[in-house]
């Protein structure tokens, strides 16, 4: 079993930021790609943006140049630095570790609330 516990969310003013982690444990090894996505309540979830094993990102338009993600391999955690926040970016973001065993898993989010 694999856990993923995300951390860091919180309210933030317009135009902050904030750093959101993901600590992996258990059987954690051949982990491919880790990704973040977010999911407002009533709306389907979106992806924000992916990490390979190889460290090549991708973004989600409306977060490019705002956003970074990023991962430790040697910490087994995720992270995504949001800057410039806006008040559509208030949504619960979930981490997801695929594994090269084609295994999937999702944390339980951390909810981010952008507001003046």
């Known amino acids: 079993q694999v856990q993923l516990v995300e951390s860091g969310g919180g309210l933030v003013q317009p135009g902050g930021s904030l750093r959101l982690s993901c600590a992996a444990s258990?059987?954690?090894?051949?982990?491919?790609?880790m990704s973040w996505y977010r999911q407002v309540t009533g709306k389907e979830r979106e992806l924000v943006a992916s990490?390979?094993?190889?460290?090549?990102?991708n973004y989600a338009d409306f977060v490019k140049g705002r956003f970074t993600i990023s991962r430790d391999k040697a910490k087994n955690t995720l992270y995504l630095q949001m800057n410039s926040l806006k008040p559509e970016d208030t949504a619960n973001y979930c981490c997801?570790?695929?594994?090269?065993?084609?295994?999937?898993?999702w944390g339980k989010g951390a909810l981010v609330t952008v507001s003046s």
């Open positions: 990490i390979s094993s190889g460290g090549s990102s």
């Open positions: 258990g059987s954690i090894f051949s982990i491919n790609t």
């Open positions: 997801e570790v695929d594994f090269f065993s084609n295994r999937t898993y």
